[in-house]
């Protein structure tokens, strides 16, 4: 199967290179003897990669004797998996009840605003993605984000700014 190359029909999205393809190929050869590999591929595909590309889910489809429909099922369900590059840094905004109880509701709002997308959208610079999650166990340090894997708690509107501003320096490669 390693010659079999990705290929975006759509025109729409990201193109997969062929170094991609190759990963896709490679981390389904590794993963599909294990059982039931269709989560741990999809989420190796999302690390090496950055996302699950569409193109990808035929290829992931055929390595597993799976339907494309299958594949795509799974991708689309569960909100962690990204079908897009995303930002160079992930934000999440933590809405479970007890961030919820002290002040959530007002950082998603403040974040929203502040980074000009909804939840799943990528800023327009392309460094700062914003989704949510229904809890960061955390829960008395609410509320809280993770940037990445770095865990905050207690971010206040002017923290969450702060946080934000080192995020962008990260992201354009400044100290």
Same mark, same amino acid.
């Given at each position: /199967?390693?010659? *079999?190359?990705?290929?975006? &029909? ?15 190929? $490679?981390?389904?050869?590794? @993963? ?12 190796? *595909? ?7 590309? $569409?193109? !990808? ?9 799976? !339907?494309?429909?299958?594949? %795509?099922?799974?991708? !689309?369900?569960? %909100? ?8 160079? %840094? ?23 605003? &502040?980074?000009?997308?909804?939840? %799943?959208? &990528? &800023? ?15 829960? #008395?340090?609410?509320? $809280?984000? /993770?940037?990445?894997?770095? @865990?905050?708690?207690? *971010? !206040? ?6 946080? /934000? ?5 990260? #992201?354009?490669?400044?100290?």
């Amino acid at each position: /199967m390693a010659n *079999v190359q990705i290929v975006n &029909t759509k025109g729409l999205g990201a193109v997969v290179s062929r170094v991609q393809t190759d990963a896709v190929v $490679s981390i389904c050869a590794e @993963l599909k003897a294990i059982p039931a590999p269709l989560i741990p591929i999809l989420h190796a *595909v999302q690390e090496k990669i950055g996302f699950v590309p $569409s193109e !990808s889910v035929p290829l992931i489809a055929r390595e597993l004797n799976l !339907s494309i429909a299958e594949v %795509h099922g799974v991708v !689309s369900f569960y %909100h962690y998996f990204r079908q897009d590059p995303g930002g160079r %840094h992930t934000v999440h905004l933590c809405r479970a009840e007890a961030c919820q109880a002290v002040g959530a509701g007002a950082l998603e709002g403040h974040a929203k605003r &502040t980074l000009e997308v909804d939840f %799943h959208g &990528t &800023t327009r610079d392309g460094a700062i993605r914003l989704e949510p999650v229904y809890c960061l166990g955390n829960c #008395a340090l609410g509320p $809280s984000v /993770m940037i990445d894997h770095e @865990l905050h708690g207690r *971010v !206040s509107p002017q923290r969450f700014d702060q946080l /934000m501003q080192d995020t962008r320096a990260a #992201a354009a490669g400044k100290p």
